[in-house]
């Protein structure tokens, strides 16, 4: 999608659909307002009769402007200005852009950059406004034998009301625009079913990655035989009553100028579907299980963003990815298994699959001598429990890391909340039989599940995000959200940011 930004007066503007935010109270926003101007006071006259209530979200067309470059007007409403934040702001966006994809419109402008929301600058209102346009766009219609007619959008103009505003607009706009993208390769692979989306399948997903750019994603594929040699162990018990082989995918960007720079490293967690295993879950919502490969998913949404962007730091997307079934030679609760770290783990539910499979991939990434690292992974029902659906769960070894991850979520408006690692909990990970048990009973699932992480992730700064609440919806909007690639983008441009403030200045 082209996103131009334009600062002319609004009511010249040419094109197919003028989109102008509206309050509850108070006076027009200045955009608006030109537009009222020079319309015989349209707008204005539509709130006096009542015939537009600007409630947040409440939209309205104007199929005719009179006076006015444009052809039509799209008024949206954003409630009363005193309530209006980031929430509110991309409640009206995305009501409106829901109302623009279902016009026959090519190209639409926007004035949202107009909309006073707490401290955000005109760069942040711009990202928002181009994510919201993609997700609205966004499709998932390969398997309809007779898609319903694909958005037609392909322009969408930013209006600002200062000149000086115009490179921030840009930005926010490039930012939001590959934002955009990768979430939307996220939902894809988060939606494609199990019978498609395989280890295999991710694996293929890199080497394409790789192979549209010019050379700046490495991608190196590990197949059961290299695990196996390798010890990973834990990843390959969790495919082995699978006819799925498992994989490990990693995904190298070199950004830096200093190729040995030390890396930050994501990894998902890729379970392609998760049955259960031995210990099978119950039958209920069970297809909602292809979405175990949520936090793989992001990680490729978050490196494709990051090829648009090519922030200048080095940047590790690795991919633990297996299927969990039951069989006759599926790892069973009672077995003991020796992980690649070294230590002896007592499965004790076939069903915590996710955290085998992550622990070896976490301690293959060793080797990078990363400068952070972020695991994602849809890991715990607990986590639903604790956070429902808004909030991903964020556990970390070190205290700044999460902070920053806390942070770049406030920013990017995808949100984590921070739970506790204290010791305390690590001792409901102690077994009679092995090293560890890879569960730690019902109480504070989603923090014994990290502590379990927590073993095999002591080498660096490290922190995981449960995602199991954010990944997707359920019932009748079921499908996969794109969260969190709105975070991690946040997160690696804010370390390109810092990177720049204390790299050696070259002279
Ligand atoms: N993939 C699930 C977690 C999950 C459950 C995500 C529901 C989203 C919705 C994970 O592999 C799992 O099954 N976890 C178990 C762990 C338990 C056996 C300790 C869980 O949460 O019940
Ligand atoms: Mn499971
Ligand atoms: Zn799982």
Redesign the pocket.
């Known amino acids: 999608m082209e996103s131009p930004v334009i600062n002319v007066n609004p009511a010249k503007v040419e094109t197919a659909c003028m989109i102008v935010p509206v309050f509850k109270d108070g006076d027009l926003l200045p955009a608006a307002d030109k537009l009222d101007d020079a319309s015989e006071r349209l707008i204005g006259q539509l709130l006096d009769r009542g015939d537009f209530e600007p409630s947040l979200g409440n939209v309205q067309l104007i199929p005719f402007a009179p006076g006015l470059g444009a052809e039509r007007l799209l008024l949206v409403g954003l409630g009363e200005r005193a309530k209006c934040g980031e929430g509110q702001l991309i409640k009206a966006l995305d009501a409106a852009f829901a109302t623009i994809v279902k016009l026959p419109l090519d190209d639409v402008a926007a004035t949202f950059t107009d909309v006073p929301v707490g401290e955000r600058d005109t760069a942040w209102k711009a990202r928002v406004t181009l994510e919201a346009a993609h997700r609205a766009c966004y499709r998932f219609d390969d398997f309809k034998s007779q898609p319903a007619p694909a958005p037609r959008l392909k322009s969408l103009t930013l209006l600002v009301s200062d000149q000086d505003e115009t490179p921030q607009a840009e930005l926010g706009a490039r930012i939001g625009s590959a934002v955009g993208e990768g979430v939307s390769l996220t939902r894809t692979l988060g939606n494609l079913p199990g019978n498609v989306c395989t280890p295999r399948y991710l694996a293929e997903q890199a080497q394409k990655l790789a192979a549209d750019t010019d050379g700046t994603l490495d991608v190196e594929i590990l197949d059961e035989d290299a695990l196996k040699a390798l010890g990973a162990n834990a990843l390959l018990s969790v495919g082995q009553g699978s006819e799925e082989p498992s994989r490990l995918i990693i995904m190298q960007y070199r950004g830096a100028e200093d190729p040995d720079e030390a890396p930050h490293v994501l990894v998902g967690k890729g379970?392609t579907f998760?049955s259960?295993g031995i210990?099978l879950?119950p039958g209920a919502g069970m297809d909602?299980?292809k979405?175990?490969m949520c936090g793989a998913a992001s990680v490729f949404g978050t490196m494709k963003t990051v090829l648009a962007l090519k922030p200048k730091i080095n940047i590790i997307g690795v991919v633990a990815s297996a299927e969990?079934m039951p069989d006759g030679r599926a790892i069973k609760p009672g077995d003991i298994v020796k992980t690649l770290k070294g230590l002896n783990v007592e499965i004790l539910?076939t069903?915590?699959?996710?955290r085998m499979a992550l622990c070896d991939a976490l301690s293959y990434i060793e080797r990078f001598k990363p400068a952070s690292v972020v695991d994602i992974a849809?890991?715990?029902?607990?986590?639903?429990i604790a956070l429902g659906h808004h909030a991903s769960g964020l556990l970390s070894n070190d205290d700044d890391l999460a902070l920053d991850l806390l942070d770049a979520g406030e920013n990017a408006w995808d949100r984590a909340w921070h739970l506790p690692l204290w010791d305390e909990y690590q001792s409901q990970l102690d077994s009679n039989f092995a090293d560890l048990a890879h569960?730690g009973g019902r109480p504070a699932?989603t923090i014994t599940?990290a502590c379990f992480l927590s073993r095999f992730a002591d080498a660096y700064p490290w922190a995981h995000l449960d995602i199991?609440?954010t990944a997707w919806s359920s019932g009748e909007k079921k499908g996969a959200s794109g969260r969190p690639v709105g975070l991690l983008t946040q997160y690696l441009l804010d370390r390109e940011t810092e990177a720049n403030e204390t790299r050696p200045s070259v002279e």
């Not at 069903?351 to 996710?354: I, P, S, V």
């Open positions: 379970i998760d259960g210990s879950k909602e299980m979405f175990d969990n539910n069903d915590a699959e996710g849809t890991l715990t029902g607990a986590a639903i569960i699932g599940a199991a609440g």
